[in-house]
Structures are given as C-alpha cells and as structure tokens.
C-alpha cells in the first residue's frame, strides 16, 4: 500500500511507505489530505495519557513546505517497464498485445542513425518487429506506426509508477490527465 505525497499546491511529488507518511503526520508536516484513511498504524504508549498513539493514513497526503518548482517541469524519466505500460503493452507495427519479456525499446528513428532516448522517439515494439524493422526508418521499412509515442506528464507518470493504486488516488492522477492519454482512456472504460 502506497500513499501519493503532494506538495502544498496538489502536484504530485512521490509514491511513499506508509510508514514514511506516519512521520510525516507525527512531525505535523500535513497540510491537507484527501481520501478515506487506509490504513491505521498504532504506535507506542503516549506518557502523559498513557494512552497508545494511532496514526490514520490516508491515501493522498499533501506536505507542507516550499514547493520545489523545477521538480515538475522536467521529463518524466524514460524506463522500459513505463514505456510498455504508457503503450498498453502493445507493439506499434503489428498490434498484438505482449508480456514485457517479449517487448523492446523501439527507437522510431534508430540510435545508430542518431536517433535519441527519448519518450518521443521510442515505443514500443514486439522482437519480431524490432527485428523486421533493423536500423531503418518505419517508411524505409515499409512499416507503418499503429500510435504515436508522447511524452507522458507528471500525474501520468506517477500513475505509470505506481504498484497499486488505490480508487482515490487514481481518481485524483486522472482529473489531471491529457485527453490523449491512453491512461485516461483505460481507467475510464
């Protein structure tokens, strides 16, 4: 069980432990929450009441601070699990959807031609295609893209991060998502 940390303006900042975010409550450093509480963690006996702390987490916590603002302009970082998971786990030339084993880092323009590491130039593809497809270009290949790559933005990316996400953490990530999204289109059908 994750909980989605915010900074005080609501932008997502990281998935942390449950744990993480109970020293966080217990050095009053909430600003706000949103969610139903998931998860309880009872802590030791308090002296002067001699009653046990509990500690109600909730699954979206917003931290109190100063807002780092280059944390969010840059690009989500690249990593084959995020690609797959941003192409639904579906090759771009044939269409067939794979299990990652049987997935590559397709780059669109090919790294030996000076094609970059980027979101916008890599998809994903099944090895057979990547194979068919060598170090030439789509046209030159006479292979056509089914999708074009995009660069994900932050809600999307933590989403592309998360394990398991809860319903109010999702619904929160989606109200912020590009209508291009394929995360969008597959939360909400």
């Known amino acids: ?18 744990r993480d975010a109970a020293v966080i409550y217990a050095s009053d450093g909430i600003a ?9 963690l009872r802590g030791g006996l308090q002296r002067r009441t ?17 807002v780092p603002s280059r944390a969010w ?3 989500p970082a690249l990593t084959n699990n995020k690609l797959f998971l941003r ?3 579906t090759c771009a030339y044939c269409g067939h959807r794979f299990h990652p084993d049987d997935l590559t880092r397709e780059h669109i ?3 030996s031609r000076g094609g970059p590491d980027s979101w916008m130039n890599c998809i994903t593809a099944c090895r057979s295609c990547n194979g068919r497809k060598g170090s030439r270009l789509p046209e030159e290949a006479h292979m056509s893209l089914l999708y074009l790559p995009y660069v994900p933005n932050l809600h999307e990316d933590m989403i592309l991060r ?6 109010d953490q999702m619904d929160f990530l989606c109200q912020c998502l590009p209508k ?10």
């Open 109 to 111: 323009q090919p790294s």
């Open 1 to 18: 069980m994750d909980v989605l940390q915010l900074d005080v303006s609501g932008r997502p900042q990281a998935w942390i432990t449950t």
């Open 162 to 167: 998360g394990r398991r996400i809860l319903a």
């Open 73 to 75: 302009r840059q690009a």
């Open 32 to 40: 706000w929450t949103l969610g139903q509480p998931c998860q309880v």
């Open 50 to 66: 001699g009653l046990q702390s509990r500690i109600e987490v909730h699954p979206i916590i917003a931290v109190r601070g100063a």
């Open 180 to 189: 291009t999204s394929r995360l969008w289109r597959e939360h909400h059908h």
């Open 87 to 89: 192409d639904r786990y």
